[in-house]
């Protein structure tokens, strides 16, 4: 049986300190992590070895409006209501640019 994931890729997501980001496919994880940089905001994961499969459980992988990522716990960030619209499209941008 397949456990239900707290995020799903797509879900826009706040952090304690009010960043924004989307969560990621695992497709797309796999493309920027050779390419973008991961900034270790607070509440990060940090174990070693970790997040070479997040399961969107207890590590999920999102993409800052910054362009940086980092794979964080699920206790430090929050689905958001509402994203504006420039935001969106910036990150969304990101993600089609490293995609492309």
């Known amino acids: 049986m397949e456990r239900k994931k707290a995020f ?20 797309v994880y796999g493309k ?5 940089k ?3 905001r607070p ?6 070895g970790c997040c070479q499969h997040p399961d969107y459980i ?3 992988p999102v993409l800052f409006e910054d362009g940086k990522y980092d794979v964080m716990r699920p206790m ?3 689905k958001a209501l509402a994203l504006p619209v420039d935001k969106k499209v910036r990150i969304q941008g990101i993600i089609d640019e ?3």
Do not use: C, W
């Open 43 to 48: 509440g990060h994961y940090f174990a070693p």
């Open 58 to 60: 207890t590590q999920i």
């Open 38 to 40: 991961e900034k270790k």
């Open 8 to 27: 799903e890729p797509g879900d826009i997501i706040s952090t304690f300190t009010r960043q924004v980001g989307i969560v990621i496919s695992q497709e």
């Open 32 to 36: 920027i992590q050779n390419t973008l």
């Open 76 to 78: 430090n960030i929050r």
């Open 98 to 100: 490293q995609m492309g």
